[in-house]
């Protein structure tokens, strides 16, 4: 409504101009019901000193995009994320050479829910040469995402050639095949790496002197060297850690106790065995803890009482016997709990149907016995 000719265009909602020359340097039209593609003559594509452009949540209409962003020589930022674009990436975006952040995701219209059962059609296509000279003009990338974007002939090997100042790399269910180069997980500055759903990529774990400022790791449906190395433990930043369906087996290291910063922990869909480790009860600000789908034997750990912070609780498709302990009321945030599918006798204990938040118990597929208090 703001968008009157009479008006100074720099009091638009989502324009910024300099205050000194005038010209707009900041462009935010993010979720504005836009349709249809991008004319090439579109004055957006003149706005020489533009430094932030932000499309994302908008519907072109499976449109390509244009090679005409690469005319916008002073963006720092660009984000074309859930555009409803089509097709291959231009090759022009490489000459955005002063580019901080680059967002092309792609989102597919049904999440993929059911993991290895699904056929990806993802939308937009990178080719190797143009991701090679995104790699090699775009030195001041801090921020990368192509989620959802075909990146199949990409050469995983190509990443090492991103910017060390890397702090954010996100291209999840990007069809990348091949082997994940180790010397991404020491990047200097990374703090958040996101590769789930590239179920033909495979890797390993730096094994020493891996020390990094990771915040978020998730390399979901990747498939890793079968054990987890100790040096995971260095990651003291970590808050989420996501390795679910990794292929990983033996037992936990006992360096995860380190890593007391977690809030989400998902080990679900692996071959972990043994007993549920104690030094868990050192990540006391676990909102998530997932270890569904392994081999872990023994009784419901009682130390579980440290996590006074846990809301998410997920031990089912695992070996587990014995009782679920009788006096675990500290557990007062839980809102999921799903323990099915384990060899749990006795009683089912009244702490159960008292929990405040509880939305969802399962406890199906077990020895149970007794009576079901009312909730």
């Not at 009321?329 to 702490?351: E, F, G, H, M, Y």
């Amino acid at each position: 409504m703001s968008w009157k000719e009479d008006n100074d265009c720099c009091s638009w909602d989502g324009v910024t101009c300099d205050k000194v020359t005038g010209h707009v340097i900041d462009l935010d039209l993010s979720c504005s019901g836009l349709y249809g593609n991008i004319p090439s003559n579109s004055s957006v594509f003149f706005l020489p000193q533009l430094q932030k452009l932000n499309l994302a949540f908008n519907d072109f209409d499976y449109s390509q995009i244009s090679s005409n962003f690469g005319q916008l020589i002073s963006l720092t930022h660009l984000n074309l994320f859930a555009s409803n674009f089509n097709g291959s990436i231009p090759s022009e975006i490489s000459h955005l050479s002063n580019l901080v952040s680059l967002d092309i995701s792609s989102v597919l219209d049904v999440y993929p829910i059911i993991y290895r059962s699904y056929y990806l059609n993802v939308p937009l296509i990178i080719e190797r040469p143009v991701f090679e000279r995104i790699v090699q003009n775009l030195t001041m990338l801090k921020t990368l995402a192509l989620n959802y974007v075909d990146m199949s002939t990409i050469i995983p090997n190509s990443l090492m050639n991103l910017s060390s100042s890397l702090t954010s790399l996100s291209l999840c269910y990007s069809i990348l095949q091949g082997n994940f180069p180790t010397q991404i997980f020491r990047l200097p500055n990374l703090q958040i790496l996101r590769l789930r759903g590239n179920f033909n990529l495979t890797g390993s774990f730096p094994k020493v002197n891996w020390s990094s400022p990771l915040k978020s790791l998730d390399v979901i449906d990747i498939n890793f060297s079968k054990q987890l190395p100790n040096s995971i433990g260095n990651l003291l930043s970590l808050r989420e850690l996501y390795l679910e369906n990794c292929t990983l087996m033996g037992s936990i290291p006992t360096s995860f106790g380190n890593l007391t910063q977690l809030n989400y922990l998902s080990l679900g869909y692996n071959k972990f065995s043994g007993q549920i480790p104690s030094f868990l009860s050192n990540l006391v600000q676990l909102c998530l803890l997932d270890l569904s789908f392994n081999n872990f034997i023994g009784q419901f750990p009682e130390f579980f009482v440290n996590l006074t912070q846990l809301s998410s609780l997920d031990l089912s498709s695992n070996q587990l016997t014995g009782p679920i302990p009788s006096h675990v009321n500290a557990l007062q945030k839980l809102v999921d709990i799903r323990l099915n599918s384990n060899n749990l006798n006795d009683t089912i204990p009244s702490w159960l149907f008292t929990l405040p938040l509880l939305e969802s118990l399962d406890l199906s597929e077990n020895q149970l016995t007794g009576h079901i208090d009312q909730f």
